[in-house]
Each structure stands twice: as C-alpha cells, then as structure tokens.
C-alpha cells in the first residue's frame, strides 16, 4: 500500500538555524499539506499546496515557513531562522480532492519529523 | 469557540466492552468529518469517513448529526489494539483539516 514518507525522522537544531524537512507524497495525489503537532496538543494546519502553489495558510505560516516541490516526489517545509516555539512533530500529508467521490478528501499521513530547537 | 471539540477521556473499558464517544463542531458549513486514530507519538491514521447517512466499519459505527453538530464513534467488542486517541477532524472548507484535541481510549484485560 502507497505511503506518505518524511525525512528526517528527528531534526535536533539550534535557534536561529535554517532546518528543511522533506516529505514524499502518495504518487497519485494532487494536494499536500504541512500539520505540526506540539507534545501534548492537538494537530494543527499549517499550509496546503496544489498545482505548483500554496492554496490555503494558516496563522502559524508566517513569513519563516515556505514550501516547495522541487522536482516530481518531493515536497519540502523550510523553516527560516528556527525558534524554541517551533519545536514540534511535522507531518506531511497529501490526498486526491476530487468531487462526486465520498472519498476524495481523505488525507493520509507521514510518520513525521520531530523538529527539537535548542 | 473551538473548531472542535471533544471528551478528552480517558475511557477505560475491559476488553469486550461498548465505548462511545462524540465530538461537536462549531461551523455548520463543515462539509467532511473524520475520525483518525493516533498512537501515541505517532501520526493521525484515518479510521473511518462519517457520512451523513451514518457508516460502520466492522466493530466501528460513526454517526453525523448535522442539526446538532456533532460526530460520534461507537467501538464494539473492544480490543487491547484499539487502545489509542480518537481524533475528531472536520474539514470546513477547500482541503485544511481541522482536528479535535483527540480522546483517549484505554482497552484492559
């Protein structure tokens, strides 16, 4: 069964640095998206990309986060100038949306990055 | 008001039982609801759509009542597997997913 892969498994970096975390999308989706987790709270959106660019933000995705697809499978978070506060699990997900299908806005799910900033 | 909201738990329950558990959300023009479960430091894994018709899943049963709101999920026969943290998601509009605080179930032998 296809899956969503994230590299690396844990990030440890210091304030200040730039970290980039990669996702590999199911190969047939179209959407893919960022969701953080911080320990102990619920999962949140972070930014949606389609057809070469982000098509919804949220709060958190201010001007220290970009995305990008590179090339055909990979799908990139960049974090600009890392702070204490960005420590959190990052989880790449992607799906098909599509209409006339109860299906089609199913997201599936990476296994995450865990970023530390120290 | 949260997007979502649930029980946060814990529900402990011995192997064989009924849990029940619902969650509430706050815009009526949602158009998508799920239930994920999570393990813990793991990722959300989808567990079942909820459609409006209500839908099961072998020993899963989720229910949507749109008047009122909310989303509920129905565990048969409980296995020691299925303890983990139900997570309520609501998608409200283009493709964000909005996720409940999640509530945990705890199956004992």
């Keep these: 069964e296809p899956e969503v892969t994230q590299t690396p498994s844990h990030q440890v970096t210091q304030m200040g640095q730039e970290v980039i975390l990669r996702c590999v999308p199911i190969s ?11 320990l102990g709270q619920k999962v949140e959106f972070l930014v949606s990309f389609y057809n070469n660019e982000i098509s919804e933000k949220s709060e958190i995705f201010d001007d220290q986060f970009s995305v990008e697809r590179p090339d055909g499978s990979n799908f990139t978070l960049k974090i600009r100038s890392t702070k204490l506060e960005d420590s959190a699990m990052y989880f790449c997900a992607s799906g098909v949306p599509g209409t006339g299908s109860k299906s089609s806005y199913e997201q599936y799910f990476g296994p995450g990055t865990r970023l530390t900033v120290t | 008001r949260k997007e979502v909201e649930q029980d946060p738990g ?20 949602s158009q998508s609801f799920f239930w994920y479960r999570q393990d813990c430091r793991k990722e959300p894994k989808l567990l079942m759509s909820v459609y409006s018709s209500g839908n099961e899943d072998g020993r899963f049963t989720a229910q949507l009542n749109r008047a009122s709101q909310y989303i509920s999920l129905l565990i048969r026969d409980s296995k020691l597997s299925d ?17 409940g605080a999640g509530t945990t179930v705890t199956v004992r032998a």
């Design chain 2, 10 to 29: 814990p529900f402990n329950v011995p192997e064989g039982a009924t849990v029940a558990f619902n969650c509430t959300y706050s815009n009526s023009a």
């Design chain 1, 28 to 38: 047939n989706h179209l959407y893919f998206y960022w969701y953080r987790q911080i």
């Design chain 2, 83 to 99: 303890s983990a943290t139900y997570l309520c998601v609501v998608r409200s509009n283009d493709y964000k997913l909005s996720f």
